[in-house]
């Protein structure tokens, strides 16, 4: 059976990717190492595919950045680009394990959101994108995987710390599931 997008999805990747290309073109800290920042938009992106799921996060994270770096650079870095996707895709599927739409966000949730981001982010950043790098752009590999390393550090933190904070922001706004009593 073909399922298809609903109306909620399309709107959540078109919102999504325009927040993170704002995020990434403005709310980017360079680290020192060429094409290498520490990024606000991967916190977001951890919230957004939380929210909306696995395909949602991956379009996000492929399309925004994609348009990110069209805009900022005049040409899209593919490698990096998917990696982006599927960090969102990995967010999602981090999600359906977290009751975070339920308004609950517990402890033993946070960690195993944290330990599962950080092990995502060092996969993708640490290994798949350098190697996609050396793959497609015959980049030096001491180069790419210089970034990929200090891309992987910088995105574990600052999903682990604003990520964190925003899930459990999120999570606070929800009604917790059998809270509301009939009087």
Not at 5 to 29: D, E, H, T
Not at 54 to 65: M, N, R
Not at 162 to 167: A, I, N, Q, S
């Amino acid at each position: 059976m073909k399922k298809e997008l609903s109306v909620k999805s399309v709107v959540a990747i078109g919102i999504g990717a325009a927040i993170f290309v704002i995020l990434g073109r403005f709310a980017s800290i360079p680290t020192g190492i060429p094409n290498t920042n520490i990024e606000t938009v991967y916190p977001f992106l951890a919230l957004f595919s939380v929210i909306f799921g696995p395909l949602v996060g991956f379009a996000t994270g492929f399309i925004g950045h994609a348009l990110k770096d069209f805009i900022t650079f005049d040409n899209p870095w593919w490698s990096w680009i998917l990696c982006s996707g599927l960090l969102g895709l990995c967010f999602g599927l981090i999600g359906k394990k977290l009751r975070v739409t339920e308004g609950i966000f517990t402890l033993k949730e946070v960690i195993f959101f944290n330990i599962s981001q950080v092990i995502i982010n060092f996969l993708a950043w640490s290994l798949i994108a350098p190697t996609l790098d050396i793959l497609i752009y015959s980049e030096p590999a001491n180069k790419v995987f210089l970034q990929g390393i200090i891309t992987s550090i910088s995105n574990s933190l600052t999903v682990g710390i604003l990520g964190t904070l925003l899930l459990k922001a999120y999570a606070s706004t929800r009604v917790k599931k059998g809270s509301l009593h009939k009087e």
